[in-house]
């Protein structure tokens, strides 16, 4: 075998490894870690700073940021915390007090910080006023009850 | 099997994975040589293929190309395999090489400047031309051997880059600044990548459109040598300006074409570069399902 050969089979099989590995750590104690991951989410956004929390929603009277914040969450958030924002394979829920009832500020800050170490990506790729866009449109969702929530977890997942 | 068959059965296995997986729409900024400090989201994989078509004087032109397979392992790593090849005209077209990258996120939260870590191992060909960094005294004139002569030499080399990356008013600011050690008894070398770059419309449109300002991003970025441990700086080094365009569409797929342009007799005059992406959500929860596990 000639020696890039040999180089390119010792490539795929080191990413290979890595892929099993990387399995290991993303998706092993998937079912079980959710719930901590969970509790993580929804107290991280407990750790906003006071000057974040107070930050007021440039975008919270503007008709269109509900529509179009709507699209964003299709388009980004969708496959972690489901379509109707109830919880999916790997983001809880979104239509919980500890969401429903967070500052705009806090749910930005949370947006553009994300949980790094717990898989939440940051979203500060995302410009601001479509950062705001999906805290409006978050925030229109309200409080969904615990069975209804848990249903649709379960048919999300 | 001939090698023209593989490649036409493994073209289409590949084509139809992509068109068969879900995408997702990725946010990606256009740079080509240049990285920010956002990471491949965790389980998703992306699928780029770029190319460089580079003008070359005193011999002939070139079209090299690349394929990434790009993982979010978890939200602080990503990992990253590169498959590389050229083609010289009027010479011949041969395998450029394997490189295998990893990006660290060091910090949890984000910050006016937020750096990112970069690992990665090299086992290149003489014959790689897809100038994906410039580093050291890299210039126009390495690329005049024949393609015969320069793939009988092999690198092994280690690169490191700090990458430092800001948003501000919509822009993002991204500078690296890149080591590479060739694990045979040469000096360390080094490099700087430098870009900006803005969405056209910082708020969504509330249609759903592919052509909506806020999917198309552009920007500029420059990128060059700056010598090696005993001669740094700016002397017998070659450096590039290029402006860089992107448009993520919704269906999950990222389109970019960069014109890059030489700054000095060092460098290539004219470099076309264009790329094409695909986010693949979910692979990792379909290779967990192949080897037998529920998420």
């Known amino acids: 075998m000639k020696t890039s050969n040999k180089a390119a089979m010792a490539a795929l099989a080191m ?3 890595l892929l099993a590995a990387s399995q290991g750590l993303s998706q092993s104690r998937a079912s079980e870690t959710l719930v901590k991951h969970k509790d993580y989410f929804y107290a991280e956004i407990a750790k906003a700073p006071e000057k974040a929390r107070q930050r007021l929603n440039p975008l919270e009277t503007d008709h ?6 709507g699209n964003l969450f299709l388009q980004h958030c969708a496959e972690c915390h489901g379509d109707s924002a109830d919880g999916g394979r790997k983001g809880p829920s979104l239509r919980v007090q500890e969401i429903q009832g967070a500052t705009p500020g806090a749910l930005f800050w949370l947006l553009t910080n994300g949980v790094v170490r717990r898989g939440m990506p940051v979203w500060s790729k995302l410009p601001e006023p479509q950062r705001w866009q999906l805290v409006t449109y978050i925030k229109s969702l309200g409080v969904k009850s615990a069975d209804a929530a848990a249903q ?4 999300n997942q | 099997m001939s090698s023209a068959w593989r490649t036409v059965v493994g073209s289409m296995l590949l084509a139809g994975f992509l068109f068969g997986t879900s995408g997702v729409l990725a946010q990606e900024r256009p740079y080509i040589v240049t990285y920010d400090h956002y990471l491949e989201e965790p389980g998703n ?3 780029e293929y770029f190319s460089t078509f580079g003008t070359q004087r005193q011999g002939n032109n070139f079209h090299a190309f690349w394929m990434e397979f790009e993982y979010g392992v978890t939200g602080w790593w990503t990992t990253e395999l590169y498959l590389d090849g050229q083609t010289t005209f009027h010479d011949s077209t041969v395998f450029g090489g394997v490189r295998w990258e ?5 910090l949890k939260h984000e910050h006016f400047i937020n750096p990112v870590l970069y690992v990665e191992y090299e086992h290149i060909k003489g014959a790689d031309k897809i100038l994906k960094e410039v580093e050291g005294h890299d210039v126009e004139l390495d690329f005049l051997d024949s393609n015969a002569a320069a793939r009988r030499e092999t ?3 280690m690169e490191f ?3 430092l990356s800001s948003n501000v008013k919509g822009w993002n600011f991204s500078e690296n600044i890149l080591a590479v050690k060739n694990l045979t008894n040469e000096p360390w070398e080094f490099g700087y990548a430098l870009g900006a770059s803005r969405p056209l419309a910082l708020k969504a449109s509330p249609k759903r459109c592919a052509f909506c300002p806020q999917n198309f991003a552009a920007g500029v970025e420059m990128y060059g040598g700056l010598g090696d441990r005993y001669s740094f700086g700016l002397h017998e080094t070659s450096h590039y300006l290029a402006p860089v365009v992107a448009w ?9 074409l960069s014109p890059g342009f030489g700054l000095n007799d060092n460098s290539h005059k004219f470099l076309l570069r264009w790329g094409v992406a695909r986010e693949v959500s979910g692979f990792g929860s379909i290779v967990a399902k192949m080897f037998g596990r529920s998420e």
Not at chain 2, 248 to 256: A, I, K, Y
């Open chain 1, 152 to 155: 649709s977890q379960q048919s």
């Open chain 2, 45 to 47: 994989l992306e699928i």
């Open chain 1, 15 to 17: 990413c290979a490894l």
């Open chain 2, 102 to 106: 990893n990006r660290f996120r060091p």
């Open chain 2, 248 to 256: 993520n569409l919704p269906s999950g797929w990222t389109l970019r």
């Open chain 2, 155 to 157: 690198n092994h080399e």
């Open chain 1, 64 to 69: 269109d940021a509900v529509t179009a914040g």
């Open chain 2, 161 to 163: 880059k700090l990458i």
